[in-house]
């Protein structure tokens, strides 16, 4: 070996150097996860899924994100038809708490997806970032009377 040596020292390119602008390529022992790193973006937006419960500040946009999950995931709707649906919907977090069942039928076509929808909508009314403590909504339910009707919704 100080055979090798005494060419690498002749040879510059050969020498052992160490650089001063490269860092080592080793993987540090944790790597942040996408979602932990895209939270730190300014303006980041998690993806908004079916199964989470509308949030009473929901821009128009979330909103239709959220309509068309369900449309697609939930109610078993193409993608065509589920955004044919959400660019029906016009208003924003407030709208889908304050929204009739017989809006939802008109929006989503159908009895079934709607009585699916809003019995959804009616259940997480109270979750956290839904309806606001000290906003009470009056709803006529899926009979269309004011008395407690037989799915126990007002």
Known sequence: MPFLKKICDRVPFLRDTKSTTNTPATVPAYTPSQVAQLQRVPNYTPIIKASDVPQWLW???QCKDWLFAVCHVSLGLTGEEAK???????GCG?????????DWIKLLGTQNRAQSVYAYVVNNQHEPGAI???VVLKRTGIRGNNK???????
């Open 59 to 61: 821009t128009n946009a």
């Open 132 to 134: 606001p403590d000290g």
């Open 94 to 102: 407030p709208v889908i708490y304050m929204m009739e069942y017989v």
């Open 148 to 154: 407690r009707n037989s799915m126990g919704w007002n």
């Open 84 to 90: 044919a649906i959400t660019d029906k919907f016009d």
